[in-house]
């Protein structure tokens, strides 16, 4: 989507493929790969899937706001970072529900 900026037709062709990709795909195979898994080990999957993902992001945001703060537009990646590491302590609340 980044070669779309200022062809809006090429936009539009290109939005629906992202969306499937981001938003479509990943939930059907997340839960795919926890049905393969036995039982007691699904809910520790989870959480560690969370933080994985939670950590790739913080550290993503982090780069790119040095790297648009280098490059230009240092706004667009102020708020990122402290989101991602505000949602930590919520991770870190949330009880285990798989009894072992």
């Known amino acids: 989507m980044p070669f779309a900026s200022g062809n809006y037709i090429l936009f539009m062709i290109g939005l629906p493929f992202v969306l499937v990709g981001v938003l479509a795909l990943v939930t059907p195979l997340n839960a795919w790969s ?5 039982e007691d080990k699904r809910g520790k999957f989870t959480g560690i899937f969370n933080i994985v993902n939670t950590a790739s992001q913080i550290i993503g945001s982090i780069a790119a706001g040095i790297v648009a703060t280098f490059f230009g537009r240092p706004w667009i990646f102020v ?3 402290i989101f991602f590491l505000a949602s930590i302590p919520l991770f870190l609340r949330v009880k ?4 072992l």
């Open 34 to 38: 926890q049905d393969l898994l036995p």
């Open 79 to 81: 708020l990122a970072p």
């Open 96 to 99: 285990e529900t798989v009894n």
